[in-house]
């Protein structure tokens, strides 16, 4: 399995891991020792490249938030997207460019209202729809707390 060099809660993995012939495990860039990767990093640690890129995902994506139409029909209109879906008052669709491996902009619109957020491009059309529901469900509860 790969190993990387990767400082958790940074969005971006520092370098994979190879193995000298003298069995020390390095930076494949550069040739850094782990000590010397911590001495740059602070915070770093080898572990698999998987493990540090679902971190790195983990982190990337963010909670819907509301955005009005304008923002909404620009970035339909301007924006390069893909997979647009639309299931009765409900449409949303992906910027085709990533921001960091499968973690892309979302836009959705919901009955009335327009949303973003960041997640994964595979993302289905109805589990976009239902993440905008449960923060507006969210959003209704914690205002009703405040008043």
């Known amino acids: 399995m790969k190993k990387a060099f990767y400082v958790p809660n940074r969005p971006w ?52 938030r509301q955005i009005d139409a304008v923002d909404y029909y620009y970035a339909k209109i301007a924006l390069k997207h893909t997979s647009p879906e639309r299931n009765g008052d409900n ?8 921001t960091n491996e499968r973690v892309t902009i979302i836009y959705a619109k919901v009955g009335e209202s327009y949303w973003t957020f960041r997640d994964v491009l595979e993302m289905s059309h109805d589990d ?20």
């Open 91 to 98: 449409e949303s669709f992906k910027l085709s460019e990533k």
């Open 13 to 64: 993995i520092i370098d994979d891991v190879r193995v000298r012939a003298d069995g020390v495990e390095v930076s494949e860039i550069h040739g850094l020792t782990f000590e010397e990767i911590q001495t740059k990093y602070p915070g770093a640690i080898i572990t698999t490249r998987k493990a540090a890129m679902d971190a790195i995902e983990a982190l990337c994506k963010t909670v819907p």
């Open 128 to 147: 976009i729809a239902e993440r905008v529901r449960h923060t507006l469900k969210t959003n209704s509860l914690n205002q009703e707390k405040v008043a």
